[in-house]
DNA sequence: ATAAAAATCACACATTCGTGTGATTGATTA
DNA sequence: TAATCAATCACACGAATGTGTGATTTTTAT
């Protein structure tokens, strides 16, 4: 890990993306291969650049950053993204991870805390700005924390939850369980009952956000 | 945010406990006010020292420190949890986040960072290891994502598609959009074609990740 | 030791779901 | 204009699911 971090940059305002430009190529350990005002001008400079990183910009010009993310990571899986922009709504937070981003920071972020996030980046880590961090926790509190902990299930029916939830057929959980089909079935009423749900559906719909 | 951070700590190895409760008390706006050596102690503790912040192992004799936080939680929903411990595996990670942890750090974390992130933690952030929070972001890319977009759904398909996954039955959906329920019979036969998955609850997976 | 809870299996019935095949109508497009 | 596609409806069959009721065994808790 000797070797410098190669940057590039993808992002529309001339003056942050000057700004950019100049802190990491004047970093020591940095180098910046490609400063770039579109996601289309970055999908034709990275095979030729390779860089290790990428800062992408959510609102750009033509294709959004988002998208731009998706063609960068099902072409080069190796390269790391990092989100850099203004937004912090859920929205834009969850597509960009679901893209293949793994790291998301906001503008705001100081110079020498940016740098930092790079290279974590690039040693296996994911840093957020904190208060995106948060909302990335957050959602997976919900579904188990409300509604689940107080329907009581009995550690078996966990368990068969879990395999209902993994869409299992009822024979299916029965072979894994070396249970038969009667039990499981039997199971799942009780957990119906307990969770005040009809169908296999509306369990799945508990595990997500409604 | 000029007061001092009221910090509890549950960690059952009584080096490592007696450590971070000198840390803690030797630093500027740290303030230790109980140093735990069980889930059940601290659950005794809380509510007469009403910390801003819980530093939580997860393995302790008896009660294990997951279920604490559970228990934390529902009782004072203000109160941040930090896990901290050496446990780097998904299910002690998710479990922790879905019982209400908003941050997780690992114990080989130095101290400067730790104090860093309690801090971080106060002020709305979720501080996580490196290799935690990578796991965590891991868990919102969908392979789904390639095959969706393209899966040339027609706009009625994809119609009765949110229908299906908002878990209507079939009659429902035929009522919903007056039509017969032959015709919604017809409709998910080619979705799920398309979609190469052949019962309902496939498709909910391939909504969320994995 | 006894009561309660959890886990197991059984049977019957109705509903829902997924598949296969086929047909009609209207709109789009080559 | 002919071919294609989208949307509609129909029928039949089997698989899977959900419900109700009841029973036995094991484990846990009081």
């Known amino acids: 890990m000797d070797r410098e971090i190669k940057i590039l940059i993808v992002e529309d305002d001339h003056a942050v993306r000057e700004g950019l430009n100049m802190l990491i190529s004047g970093s020591r350990g940095f180098n910046c ?47 790391q993204v990092m989100m850099l922009t203004v937004f912090d709504n859920s929205e834009d937070i969850f597509k960009s991870l ?32 904190g208060e995106i961090a948060r909302k990335v926790v957050q959602t997976f509190m919900k579904p188990s924390a409300y509604q689940f902990p107080d329907a009581n ?14 869409g299992y057929l009822y024979k299916e959980i029965a072979n894994a369980l070396f249970i038969n089909i009667e039990t499981v079935r039997t199971h799942i009423h009780k957990i ?14 508990k595990f997500m956000n409604r």
Not at 103 to 129: F, H, R
Not at 153 to 166: C, D, H, Q, V
């Open 153 to 166: 299930l009995t550690p078996r029916e966990e368990e068969i939850l879990s395999y209902l939830a993994k």
């Open 33 to 79: 291969v490609a400063a770039c005002a579109s996601a289309e001008e970055a999908l034709k400079i990275i095979p030729e650049t390779l860089p290790d990183v990428v800062l992408m910009d959510i609102n750009l010009p033509g294709m959004n950053g988002i998208d731009c993310v998706v063609c960068i990571r099902s072409a080069h899986p190796e390269i």
């Open 98 to 129: 679901a893209a293949g981003a793994t790291g998301y920071l906001l503008k705001k972020t100081p110079p020498a805390k940016l740098l930092e996030a790079i290279t974590e980046l690039v040693n296996g880590g994911s840093p957020m700005s």
């Open 192 to 205: 119906y009952q307990k969770l005040q749900v009809r169908t296999r559906t509306e369990v799945l719909l």
